[in-house]
């Protein structure tokens, strides 16, 4: 039976019909996390379907890096579970209990999470090759040809292959986080967390690490989550968009119903703030 978009939300079912029947690749599960006395995160249920794109919006502050961090490993829940490719990520259970998982469970579930900052940090005494081939050399143990050749096929696709010998300090912004798509594409992760990765660049090269990012986004497979504050591109590229503030998800649609006809006051508040800005940046 076809459910209407609204029911599938209500009923937690895939939420558009594209991922019906799909199992979610990652589920946070009534997530909270806080920082000391500070409730950053209050009770987040999202679902992430393979091949989704997911665009995640919001005010500086909401929360939206913390749940990237959350599912890279870099930060823990306070409370709530996290699901990713059908195993918890934090928790493994034992004699019907949940536990914390141990660190070698963490390191393996790590593996299917790519992660890609604001603030490129690629190796500085590493050329562009040796950035891109350190993890699959020391994580997954590719031999040096194995890890050269997945290095060159990545940093083609991100339009850098004539760079495998430079120093990051030779290349732009935009080059540089390229190579950080690059780095964290040859790990073959299942899903990839985009965190603002336009923001610490010149405006004239947004456009060129948007295309990368949207050519792989077009390839279809990998999960994404692009947190961005970039409405066109979101517009474009995502399936979904997810409005948070405070911690919370506020609202959630395709597209057309988040910047076309939102529903909550604070969205229509927030979109208002980005008139123009593409005119007038
Ligand atoms: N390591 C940390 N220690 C204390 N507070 C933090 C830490 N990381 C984030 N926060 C706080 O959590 C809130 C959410 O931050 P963040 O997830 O970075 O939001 P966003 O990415 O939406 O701007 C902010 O108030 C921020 O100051
Ligand atoms: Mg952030």
């Excluded at 306070?78 to 536990?99: A, F, M, N, P, Q």
């Excluded at 780095?183 to 090269?205: G, I, N």
């Excluded at 390839?219 to 995502?238: K, N, P």
Aim: aromatic content about 6%.
């Amino acid at each position: 039976m076809q459910l209407e978009k609204q029911e599938m939300l209500e009923s937690g079912e895939a939420w558009s019909e594209r991922f019906a029947g799909l199992e979610p690749i990652v589920k946070y599960n009534n997530i909270t996390k806080s920082f000391g006395d500070l409730e950053v995160i209050k009770g987040v249920d999202l679902e992430l379907y393979p091949g989704e794109k997911i665009a995640m919006i919001g005010p500086s502050g909401s929360g939206k890096t913390t749940l990237g961090r959350l599912l890279m490993t870099l930060e823990e829940p306070t409370s709530g579970t996290i699901e990713l490719d059908g195993e918890l990520l934090w928790h493994t259970e034992d004699k019907g209990k949940l536990i914390r998982a141990g660190e070698k469970h963490l390191h393996r579930m790590r593996g299917k999470v790519g992660m890609i900052f604001q603030h490129f940090n690629l190796f500085p005494h590493m050329n562009v090759l040796r950035n891109v081939t350190m993890a699959p050399r020391s994580v997954l143990g590719l031999s040096k040809e194995e890890a050269h050749d997945r290095a060159v096929t990545m940093l083609r696709k991100v339009g850098l292959e004539e760079k495998l010998d430079v120093y990051p300090s030779q290349l732009s912004g935009g080059q540089k986080q390229r190579v950080a798509i690059a780095r964290a594409l040859v790990m073959q992760p299942k899903v990839m967390v985009f965190d603002e990765v336009t923001s610490a660049l010149d405006p004239e090269l947004v456009g060129e690490v948007l295309e990368v990012i949207r050519e792989i986004a077009d390839e279809g497979e990998m999960a994404m989550l692009l947190i961005t504050h970039e409405m066109e591109f979101a517009r474009d590229v995502a399936d979904r968009v997810i409005f948070g503030a405070e911690g919370r998800i506020v609202e959630q649609g395709t597209p057309e119903q988040i910047f076309e006809n939102c529903q909550s006051e604070r969205l229509q508040s927030f979109l208002g703030r980005f008139v123009g800005a593409a005119s007038n940046p």
